[in-house]
């Protein structure tokens, strides 16, 4: 069983930062941020490995946030991170970390976490 808590959303003008973070319980291999806009289906902004048995921690992004967004980890912390800088309006939306999936195939990740608004103002 894998439990998600996301933090660090808000409001923020175009061009600005925002840092939300994911801490996860019961060691998920694989976690992935989403993000869903009023209207439009969720989809997916980026992925990390975070099992603990490898050496590497391969990401991958939408094309869409690719050269803006960050995705990390702290294995310490059991924490995911989405460093998101140069925002643009059409990043606002409930944004979701989710574990235990492929990709950024939303229909495959088993667990979610309960959102974090992020409102990006032009």
């Known amino acids: 069983q894998v439990q998600l808590m996301e933090s660090g959303g808000g409001s923020v003008q175009a061009g600005g930062s925002l840092r939300l973070s994911c801490a996860a319980s019961g060691y998920p291999y694989r976690m992935a941020w989403f993000r869903q806009a009023p209207g439009n289906q969720r989809e997916g902004v980026a992925t990390?490995?975070?099992?603990?048995?490898?050496?590497?921690?391969?990401?991958d992004y939408a094309d869409s946030v690719k050269g803006r967004f960050i995705i990390s980890q702290d294995k310490a912390k059991s924490t995911v991170y989405l460093q998101m800088n140069s925002l643009k309006p059409e990043d606002t939306g409930m944004y979701y970390c989710?574990?235990?999936?492929?990709?950024?195939?939303?229909?495959?990740?088993?667990?979610w976490g309960q959102g974090t608004q992020v409102t990006v103002s032009s």
């Open positions: 989710a574990a235990q999936g492929v990709g950024l195939v939303v229909t495959s990740y088993a667990y």
């Open positions: 990390i490995y975070t099992d603990t048995g490898r050496t590497d921690y391969p990401t």
